[in-house]
T-cell receptor, first 113, second 113 residues
């Protein structure tokens, strides 16, 4: 089954404790992206990757890191989480932006206390 | 950078009536405009998209129109059904940086039987 998987689905952590949210897709997609969703703000793009070893900032990259060492995985790293990073996070992938459908993962709800 | 505004924020329609959601964008170089539907507890799902070289696109009960001069695009849902109830997001690619996607704040659509 074609899908984007994220782990964990739910996470409660404390300020400053490094964490990684994993994202994996099985569709051989070139393009992957991370978004955060907050009430009233829609989805805001954090980082995206056009291909392996190619990543670029979205609109809200501060406080986040990503890596794309292999095509299927695109982890999101919070080196020192803060309460303002409490949000619902989505990973997505597609052949390329605007090429075929962009598939979204099920989301990761993160709470930073 | 790109700024996407979406209206209305909530929309209630009677089953069988039409629903229209409008979005405006600021970057005249934007060239890809997708629409997503998000059901409760799920990730967004692409329902239709349009490129800047096309003025209108239809897929069964859903249509999107694009006015490049006015920099706005709209989603039209005809013969609405209860299963159309969801949050709908418009988005626009930022033309100067292929790969960046900016979303509107979303429209909560409620279809009442």
């Amino acid at each position: 089954e074609a899908q984007v998987t994220q782990n964990p689905r739910y996470l409660i952590t404390v300020t400053g404790k490094k964490l990684t949210v994993t994202c994996s897709q099985n569709m051989n997609h070139e393009y992957m992206s991370w978004y955060r969703q907050d009430p009233g703000l829609g989805l805001r793009q954090i980082y995206y990757s056009m291909n392996v070893e190619v990543t670029d900032k979205g609109d809200v990259p501060e406080g986040y890191k990503v890596s794309r060492k292999e095509k299927r995985n695109f982890p999101l790293i919070l080196e020192s989480p803060s309460p303002n990073q409490t949000s619902l996070y989505f990973c997505a992938s597609s052949l390329g932006l605007g090429e075929g459908e962009q598939y979204f993962g099920p989301g990761t709800r993160l709470t930073v206390t | 950078g790109e700024n996407v505004e979406q209206h209305p924020s909530t929309l209630s329609v009677q089953e069988g009536d039409s629903a229209v959601i409008k979005c405006t964008y600021s970057d005249s170089a934007s060239n890809y405009f997708p629409w997503y539907k998000q059901e409760l507890g799920k990730g967004p799902q692409l329902i239709i998209d349009i490129r800047s070289n096309v003025g209108e696109k239809k897929d069964q009960r859903i249509a999107v129109t694009l006015n490049k001069t006015a920099k706005h695009f709209s989603l039209h849902i005809t013969e609405t059904q209860p299963e159309d109830s969801a949050v709908y997001f418009c988005a626009a690619s930022t033309g100067g940086s292929w790969g960046k996607l900016q979303f509107g704040a979303g429209t909560q659509v409620v279809v009442t039987p």
